[in-house]
Nanobody
Framework: QVQLVESGGGLVQAGASLRLSCAAS????????MGWFRQTPGKEREFVAA????????YYADSVKGRFTISRDSAKNTVDLQMNSLKPEDTAVYYC????????????????WGQGTQVTVSS
């Protein structure tokens, strides 16, 4: 059974950093794309960043490019999102997802999701 478990969220001030981690288990993810999305009440899940597990190619939303970095650790089966220079508009529940086929940017392409972790950035 596939499990994705996020951790690392919290409450920080604008300009601070946080590191989110997603622990993946239950299968081999070498053919998967791992993504981070975020969601605020009443809005659709929004793409943040993704990484191809095999090869490590990365993708970012324009709103986080240059501030966030996604990485994966194959030995630990984790996918991390380093978030620097956080802004109040980054406040959301952050979800880790795994997509076997299909697009990187569309949350509907993702087959598995974690339970989410809250990130709150105060001004």
């Amino acid at each position: 059974q596939v499990q994705l478990v996020e951790s690392g969220g919290g409450l920080v001030q604008a300009g601070a950093s946080l590191r989110l981690s997603c622990a993946a288990s239950g299968r081999t993810f070498s053919s998967y794309t791992m993504g981070w999305f975020r969601q605020t009440p009443g809005k659709e899940r929004e793409f943040v960043a993704a990484i191809r597990w095999s090869g490590g190619v990365t993708y970012y939303a324009d709103s986080v490019k240059g501030r966030f970095t996604i990485s994966r650790d194959s030995a630990k089966n984790t996918v991390d999102l380093q978030m620097n220079s956080l802004k109040p508009e980054d406040t959301a529940v952050y979800y880790c997802g795994a997509a076997h086929y299909g697009g990187v940017y569309d949350y509907k392409s993702y087959n598995y999701w974690g339970q989410g972790t809250q990130v709150t950035v105060s001004s």
